[in-house]
């Protein structure tokens, strides 16, 4: 007897993601890709605002779409070849560069005053400055890290992802992903230095 | 404190950003993207009638012609239609 629609869309979500693209590639189940989307639309779209930063992460919601539109358009040339999970994160993370290089020209200014004005529990008005601008060198230090760097920084401080989720992320082993962490904060103690501030 | 201990807690003082979230109707956004695109009746009936319509009028501009020219135009015009109706459907659904 068939399925009502709700039924087996609910009947979907306890089946494996190649069950699903197979649903999808043979019938065009639009169900099955409903399922797919609502199961990486998170981590995608995290993914997205990783690679992009804080003043471009309102376009991430476009790299998400973007991906998911691939993604249904590719559904015939996936092989299988590796998992679906790692094959739509490659696409996020090619996607977002694109991006990232296409808007990173109309980066806004931030002054010194906007700086002065962010909320610190320093009370000192030059203490505050001063703190104001070490973080601002800080995420423009980040900002000239290797792509893949920058992403686990943000994934890992900003988004409060763990390293396994970093690791499923970006397709790396978790020591692989702890080594980034690593390197990428010893490489931006030394930019920081080099601009004249002190971690301490 | 230990270099990246500090850098650790730096960063943790520097990326204090709100942050983002999905909008709410972005499923269904995709799906309507994704979904494929008909014709209503009412389209389809228009299209016949162009279609009917140009092909007549084709044939009676053509009425005095040769025929080497008849299959000139038929020759060029058949590919340019079948390239611009193939980008016209990938740009539709946004390939």
Redesign the interface.
């Known amino acids: 007897m068939p399925q009502s629609a709700p039924a087996e869309a609910a009947s979907y979500a306890d089946r494996p993601d190649e069950w699903l693209v197979e649903r999808c590639r043979e019938t065009?189940g639009?169900n099955a890709?409903?399922e797919l989307?609502?199961r990486y639309?998170?981590p995608v779209?995290r993914l997205a605002?990783s690679i992009l930063g804080?003043e471009f992460?309102?376009d991430?919601?476009d790299v998400?779409?973007d991906v998911?539109?691939r993604v249904?358009?590719a559904l015939g040339s996936f092989r299988g070849e590796a998992k679906f999970g790692t094959w739509i994160y490659r696409i996020t993370f090619n996607q977002a560069l694109n991006v990232k290089a296409r808007v990173r020209y109309r980066a806004p200014h931030v002054s010194d005053q906007a700086l002065a004005a962010l909320p610190t529990p320093d009370r000192d008005p030059y203490d505050r400055l001063q703190?104001a601008r070490?973080?601002q060198a800080?995420?423009a230090c980040v900002e000239e890290l290797p792509e893949v760097y920058q992403s686990a920084?943000?994934l890992h401080?900003?988004?409060?992802a763990s390293v396994g989720e970093i690791a499923v992320l970006l397709d790396a082993p978790e020591n692989t992903v702890k080594s980034y962490l690593?390197r990428a904060?010893?490489l931006?103690?030394a930019r920081l230095a080099e601009r004249g501030f002190d971690?301490? | 404190?230990h270099?990246?201990e500090?850098?650790?807690q730096?960063?943790?003082?520097?990326?204090t950003?709100e942050?983002?979230q999905?909008?709410a109707g972005?499923?269904a956004?995709?799906?309507r993207?994704?979904?494929?695109r008909r014709l209503t009746p009412a389209g389809r009936v228009v299209i016949a009638a162009y279609i009917l319509i140009a092909a007549a009028a084709t044939l009676w501009l053509m009425r005095d012609l040769q025929v080497t020219w008849i299959v000139a135009a038929v020759a060029i015009g058949t590919p340019v239609a079948a390239v611009a109706s193939v980008y016209g459907r990938r740009l539709a659904?946004?390939?």
């Open positions: 065009g639009e890709f409903a989307v609502r639309r998170g779209f605002v804080q992460a309102p991430a919601e998400a779409q998911m539109l249904h358009h703190n070490r973080q800080v995420l920084l943000r401080y900003w988004l409060g690593h904060r010893r931006l103690h971690a301490r | 404190m270099d990246d500090l850098m650790d730096l960063l943790r003082d520097a990326m950003a942050v983002p999905l909008s972005f499923d956004r995709v799906l993207r994704v979904r494929p659904a946004g390939r």
